[in-house]
C-alpha cells in the first residue's frame, strides 16, 4: 500500500536526522518513489540537498578543531573527526577525478583523500608525512562514493605519530594506508 505524501514526507525527515549523509538515491529507493519526489519533498521540508548537510556538519564541528590544515584543504567532506583518535571523510568521484577513456579515479585523488584526513586527525598544528605504506585493493569507478576513516594507532616515537587509513566503496575496501606522521615533539610532550 503506497503511504501518504505527509506520511513520507515525516518518514523522509526522520529518516535524514537519523542519518544525514543517505544520498538522494539511496531515499528514493528506501520510499519507493523518484529520485524527483524526493528532491521536492526535501525542497518543501527546507531540507538541503547531501553536499551543503556535509559542508554545514563540517564547517559547524570542524572549522576551528581541524589544527593542521584548514578544513576546506582536506580532499573529500569530513563528516567525523575526534583529534589523534579518528576521522572520516566522503570523496564522491566525479569526471575531474577519472581517466576520460575508461573512467577509473586516478589513484592520486584516492591517496590525497587519504594522506589529508591523516594530517587532519592530528592534534597539532604541524603534521607532515614521513612514510607511507599504501595498497590500492581495487579500481574506483566515475560516480563512486570513497569514503575514508582513519584511526590513530600510535604516537609514541620522537614526535611521530602512527595513522591507518582504510577507504571503502560501499562496504568493499578500495584502498589501505598506513601513514607515518611527524609533528611538533614539544607539543606531543605537552599533551
Known amino acids: 500500500m503506497k503511504q501518504t505524501k505527509q506520511t513520507r514526507q515525516m518518514e523522509l525527515k526522520d529518516t535524514i ?9 539511496d531515499l ?3 520510499f519507493g518513489v523518484s529520485i524527483q519526489t524526493i528532491r ?16 554545514s556538519v563540517a564547517h559547524q564541528e570542524w572549522d576551528e578543531t581541524v589544527r593542521a590544515l584548514p578544513i576546506e584543504e582536506v580532499i573529500g567532506e569530513m563528516v567525523d573527526l575526534e583529534l ?23 589513484g592520486h585523488h584516492i591517496f590525497a ?3 589529508s584526513l591523516a594530517v587532519a586527525v592530528i592534534n597539532d598544528e604541524l ?36 595513522v591507518e587509513v582504510t577507504s571503502y566503496v560501499e562496504n568493499e575496501e578500495v584502498f589501505s594506508g598506513i601513514f607515518t606522521m611527524f609533528r611538533s615533539p614539544e607539543q ?4
Open 127 to 162: 603534521a607532515l608525512t614521513t612514510k607511507s605504506e599504501i595498497r590500492f585493493n581495487r579500481q574506483v569507478n566515475l560516480g563512486e562514493r570513497v569514503v575514508a576513516k582513519a584511526r590513530v594507532l600510535d604516537s609514541e616515537y620522537k614526535g611521530r605519530t602512527t
Open 113 to 115: 583523500q587519504a594522506n
Open 17 to 25: 536526522i537519523a542519518t544525514p549523509f543517505i544520498t538522494d538515491e
Open 40 to 55: 521536492l519533498d526535501r525542497m518543501e521540508l527546507n531540507i538541503p540537498e547531501l553536499r551543503e548537510r556535509i559542508k
Open 188 to 191: 606531543k610532550e605537552q599533551d
Open 84 to 106: 589523534d583518535s579518528r576521522a572520516i571523510s566522503i570523496l564522491d568521484i566525479k569526471p575531474d577525478h577519472v581517466f576520460s577513456r575508461n573512467h577509473i579515479a586516478r
Open 28 to 30: 528514493a529507493e528506501r
